[in-house]
């Protein structure tokens, strides 16, 4: 799943047509949305998100801290900030039952600083692509709605 996260997060829309910094922190925000709706389609299905799935990707973002040379005290600060933004992320994305009405322009503007305005057309593509992220998920069977969701283009 963290492979399929990351793929998603680094989906050229993001960076050429929306102009988001192309950086280790806009990656992981992006994996939290992603990872976000998908949890967030499990729990509208009536279904509980696996845990394992949930612990790898921390594992691997862990890992990836490692690898790009920070301490033992700075990763467990670092995952421990990552951890309090998932879900601020995961709270506040303003997912109804079975669709997006809006995403929760607040919440976005705080972690991607580029969108100063809900009405400009760079805010409005990137609520666009995340609403048929979720249409698009939404369809798929839970079982494998995770492995699918790589198939997603926008």
Do not use: W
Request: charged letters at 25%; aromatic letters at 20%.
């Amino acid at each position: 799943m963290y492979n399929i996260l990351l793929n998603l997060s680094r989906n050229i829309f993001f960076y050429k047509k929306i102009n988001l910094k192309d950086n280790f922190e806009t990656r992981i925000y992006l994996m939290f949305m992603h990872f976000s709706i998908l949890m967030i389609i499990f729990k509208n299905k009536g279904k509980k998100f696996n845990q394992n799935e949930y612990d790898n990707l921390f594992n691997n973002i862990e890992y990836n801290l490692r690898e790009l040379g920070f301490g033992d005290v700075t990763v467990n600060k670092k995952m421990k900030e990552l951890n309090k933004i998932l879900y601020d992320i995961l709270l506040k994305i303003k997912i109804q039952t079975n669709e997006i009405d809006n995403l929760n322009f607040q919440l976005v503007s705080k972690y991607f600083d580029v969108f100063k305005n809900p009405n400009e057309y760079n805010y409005k593509e990137f609520e666009g692509y995340f609403k048929s992220f979720y249409d698009f998920c939404y369809k798929l069977p839970l079982e494998n709605m995770i492995k699918k969701a790589i198939n997603f283009k926008y």
